[in-house]
């Protein structure tokens, strides 16, 4: 359920561009700064939206910086220090590790009981920095789990439920913005857990798998998608235009339907 908030690099201004590689430099960095190097396995690009959402939201002050890595040997690539992207990198290493837990616990995934391993000193460390936003993970992944044992065929009460996790995620501190950054999240988080199921559907029939849309008719798909993305769009309008505007507005509008354009595509030449 993660990897679906991401940019159409490609159709991007040059300016939104730079700026989206370097917020994942960024987060890249905070994440071997903070966790030590193996955590760069667990980068997403959904985190990397949170630190460019909460920058513009916050109106965080950045220190910029340069570094060649592993990725780029000969040429250095900017990034930058912020409290928005340390606090990325901390949401990443959770929702990792608890996801990887979830699988092993399920699905008897050995390569996700090895990532857990790996990351649940890291994972410990947030866990008491951010108790609130972790005990939240806790608890809707062990609920989510219990609604696939049952076989929940209601899809608004598992993407309700991951909704409410990733509207903790986006809830950075309890200020002002604590409410609007809650409902986001919980619009997007629902969002993003429909989607998945819609791609995931014939897969999952195929391998008998729990999937919450296999009542619902594929030509369905979209209206349903555009209704919650209506939602998505509702809840974003709390905010004021600021920095980053345009990316932003990209990624909601454009970049979060790519892989589902994508496979719609496949699945048409396939027909």
């Known amino acids: 359920m993660f990897g679906y908030v991401i940019a159409d690099v490609q159709a991007l201004s040059p300016e939104d561009q730079l700026r989206y590689k370097s917020a994942y430099c960024s987060l890249c960095h ?5 966790h030590g190097r193996l955590s760069r396995l ?6 990397t939206f949170l630190i460019v959402f909460l920058s513009a939201v916050y109106k965080q002050e950045e220190q910029p910086d ?7 040997l000969l040429k250095e690539k900017p990034f930058f220090h912020s409290p928005a992207v340390d606090y990325a990198a901390d ?9 990887a837990l979830d699988d092993w616990r399920d699905e008897g995934k050995l390569l996700s009981l090895a990532q857990a391993k790996l990351l649940k000193g890291s994972c410990d460390r947030v866990k008491k920095a951010y108790p609130r936003q972790c005990g939240v993970m806790e608890e809707c992944l062990k609920t989510l789990s219990e609604m ?5 065929f209601r899809p608004d009460l598992p993407a309700g439920c991951f909704g409410r996790l990733m509207g903790e995620v986006f809830a950075w501190k309890e200020d002002q913005w604590a409410r609007p950054l809650r409902d986001f999240g919980f619009a997007l988080g629902k969002f993003i ?14 391998k008998e798998r729990y999937n919450p849309m296999t009542g619902v008719s594929e030509k369905d798909f979209e209206d349903i998608l555009y209704a919650l993305m209506a939602e998505v769009v509702r809840a974003y309008g709390c905010f004021t235009a600021g920095r980053d505007q345009s990316l932003i ?11 589902y354009e994508v496979w719609k595509k496949r699945g048409e030449e396939k027909r």
């Open 66 to 72: 340069k570094s060649r890595c592993s990725v780029s």
């Open 249 to 259: 507005e990209h990624i909601l509008f454009s970049g979060v339907l790519t892989r």
């Open 30 to 34: 905070g994440l071997g700064r903070r």
């Open 91 to 99: 949401m990443n290493i959770a929702l990792c590790y608890y996801n």
């Open 42 to 47: 667990s980068l997403n690009y959904d985190m």
């Open 193 to 206: 857990y429909i989607l998945d199921a819609c791609m995931d559907l014939k897969e999952d029939l195929q």
């Open 148 to 152: 696939e044992k049952a076989g929940e």
